[in-house]
């Protein structure tokens, strides 16, 4: 009888496959919506500081030439000066925790996003500044300067300046603990690290005026970022049930804030202990803090063009308070003014921030 095709001989069976072990899931991620609002309301906050600075710089910087307008303004402007510090720890929450660097092509990618629309929007700016005729140099050189880290005539972009090489110093620290080898990445922290001597020493050689190397970073903006990401990885509750007692002292700050503007200097640095202070105090109150859900949606839309906002709003802001503000306002009128200017501001800016993203015009103008 013959046997079946199905059967085999004895002895000459295959031997089984192993079973392969199932991949691994990626481990989910949570979303953090108290982040969302942190973003969104360090956008605001920036807002509201340049609104602060131009009724400031509108009255010359002293009282006496305009109360109203500079008590205003000095009460904006220190108001809103926990947003960069803010911003810093959330970069840096960004890079070691809610989304860490695997690879260096991925932190290219992430270079690529931000410098792109820096450039873009340094070029807008000159051009509009050339309309204008506000901008301080011809138009040529001040795009060369914005090449090596000059914020002319668009003050606000410093921060990113500073900002790219934080995270990349974090993501190179981070490839590392990990098991990579970043030689790249090392190398191009080298060049950032030498490159503000060699230009000193290339312009004393040659006798040439070369333009100032900017990118680069502070000793505080890197403490900001490292203990920004320890702080918000915290459980909830760590600061307690009631985090928003903790605005409190942060009003506390707000008032040394104010009196060190007025009576030490203006303007106050960032690595201040006052505006520390006042930045903890505003980071503590909004850790976990729990966002309704009908409110989501929204705030993750906003939260998401917050960066187009920060790079478009000096535009907007120079408009109206070049049209709108001067150094006779009475108080209460320079308040309002003062608010109105940062709503305004803040509207428009985020406006067309959502618009320019349905475009799909992100990778251009943030």
Same mark, same amino acid.
């Given at each position: ?45 920036? @807002?509201?500081?340049? &609104? ?5 710089? &509108? ?35 960004? !890079? ?17 996003? @931000?410098?792109?629309?820096?450039? !873009? ?38 921060? *990113? ?13 981070? *490839? ?31 006798? *040439?005026? %070369? ?74 109150? %909004? ?32 408009? %109206? &308070? ?22 305004? &501001? ?18 251009? *103008?943030?």
């Amino acid at each position: 009888m013959t046997m079946s095709s199905s059967v085999s001989r004895a002895g000459s069976a295959a031997p089984a496959p192993m079973p392969q072990p199932a991949p691994e899931p990626r481990p989910h991620r949570e979303h953090r919506y108290d982040i969302d609002l942190m973003r969104l309301l360090c956008s605001v906050g920036v @807002i509201l500081c340049h &609104t602060g600075s131009a009724f400031v710089n &509108t009255a010359g910087r002293e009282a006496a030439n305009g109360p109203g307008t500079y008590w205003a303004g000095l009460v904006a402007d220190s108001a809103g000066r926990f947003a960069v510090p803010l911003f810093f720890a959330m970069a840096g929450w960004v !890079v070691l925790v809610g989304a860490p660097v695997r690879d260096g092509r991925q932190l290219r990618g992430r270079i690529v996003r @931000i410098v792109v629309p820096l450039a !873009v929007w340094s070029a807008l700016y000159i051009a509009w500044g050339r309309v204008r005729s506000t901008n301080s140099a011809p138009a040529g050189d001040l795009a060369l300067d914005a090449l090596f880290g000059s914020v002319r005539p668009a003050y606000h972009l410093w921060y *990113l300046y500073a900002y790219i090489p934080v995270i990349m110093l974090l993501a190179f620290a981070a *490839l590392v603990r990990s098991g990579k080898r970043p030689w790249g990445l090392g190398i191009a922290l080298l060049v950032l690290g030498a490159a503000p001597t060699l230009f000193g020493d290339l312009s004393k050689m040659t006798d *040439l005026e %070369l333009p100032r190397f900017g990118w680069g970073f502070g000793p505080y903006q890197l403490i900001y970022a490292v203990l920004g990401a320890l702080v918000l990885a915290l459980p909830a509750g760590t600061f307690g049930r009631r985090s928003l007692r903790w605005l409190l002292p942060a009003g506390v700050c707000l008032a040394a804030v104010v009196a060190y503007q007025h009576g030490v200097h203006y303007t106050i640095p960032y690595a201040n202990v006052l505006v520390a202070l006042l930045s903890a105090g505003v980071l503590f109150s %909004l850790h976990r803090l729990h966002v309704p859900e009908r409110l989501r949606p929204a705030l993750t839309r906003l939260a998401g063009v917050s960066f187009g906002a920060y790079m478009v709003h000096v535009l907007v802001l120079g408009v %109206l &308070t070049d049209a709108l503000v001067d150094d006779g306002l009475g108080l209460p009128a320079a308040a309002a003014l003062v608010l109105g200017i940062t709503v305004a &501001t803040a509207a428009v800016s985020f406006g067309a921030a959502l618009l320019w993203t349905r475009l799909g015009l992100t990778r251009l *103008l943030g």
